[in-house]
């Protein structure tokens, strides 16, 4: 009697398993690839750099763009990323997430 309802309890939570992971791939779920967040972030900087030409770290800022923008292609995403994010605080603009 035992083995019969463990092996109950597990065919029954394999199915909830099951249910739930169909329901969850129902979700719409749009998620940024590195290359396109590197170029997102570019885009945000030169948007940003028309809005804030006077800020003082504007030289500054423009390097660490250059920078960013040669470690994407250089397929070194996750440093330019950084690098491009760090440009945008350096002009006042909080960088743009993406949501995950």
Do not use: W
Request: overall charge positive; some cysteine; proline content about 3%.
């Amino acid at each position: 009697m035992p083995r019969l309802s463990i092996s109950l309890l597990g065919a029954l939570l394999g199915f909830c398993l099951v249910t739930a992971a169909v329901g969850q791939s129902d979700a719409k779920v749009t998620l940024t690839t590195r290359s396109e967040r590197c170029a997102n972030l570019s885009h945000q900087f030169d948007e940003a750099l028309e809005t804030h030409a006077t800020a003082t770290q504007v030289t500054a800022a423009k390097a660490l763009q250059r920078k960013g923008n040669r470690y994407c292609a250089a397929k070194k995403q996750a440093q330019g990323i950084r690098m491009l994010a760090n440009a945008l605080k350096l002009l006042g603009v909080t960088p743009n997430d993406p949501v995950q």
